[in-house]
């Protein structure tokens, strides 16, 4: 069982910065496939970021290329997303999701992954 807190959300103007944390229980964290999504009203549960075990490999949704980053700290069984240049449209709840099966290639679909924190609202106002 992984249990996953989100924290940092919250109301910025557009052009500004915000860093969303995902804490993670669980001795194997290093181990697993991390992801953020976000949902907005109406619409469906869009890919933002993933990483790698190690954080070596990263990959981003379209919208959110060169203005986001994610990063892992194992040690501190954390994930990390660094918004900058935020826009209105990147208005959203914000989701931090594992995936412990072992996989190698890093999902971009929300079925590929298995646990899932409760969401934290990032409102960007124009």
């Known amino acids: 069982q992984v249990q996953l807190v989100e924290s940092g959300g919250g109301l910025v103007q557009a052009g500004g910065s915000l860093r969303l944390s995902c804490a993670a229980s669980?001795?194997?964290?290093?181990?697993?496939?991390m992801g953020w999504f976000r949902q907005a009203p109406g619409k469906e549960r869009d890919f933002v970021a993933a990483?790698?075990?190690?954080?070596?490999?990263?990959s981003y949704g379209d919208s959110v290329k060169g203005r986001f980053t994610i990063s892992r700290d194992n040690a501190k069984n954390t994930v990390y997303l660094q918004m900058n240049s935020l826009k209105p449209e990147d208005t959203a709840v914000y989701y931090c999701?594992?995936?412990?099966?072992?996989?190698?290639?890093?999902?971009?679909?929300?079925?590929?992954?298995?646990?899932w924190g409760q969401g934290t609202q990032v409102t960007v106002s124009s």
């Open positions: 990483i790698s075990w190690s954080g070596g490999r990263t």
């Open positions: 999701a594992a995936d412990t099966a072992s996989r190698i290639l890093l999902g971009v679909r929300w079925e590929d992954y298995d646990y």
């Open positions: 669980g001795r194997t964290f290093g181990t697993y496939l």
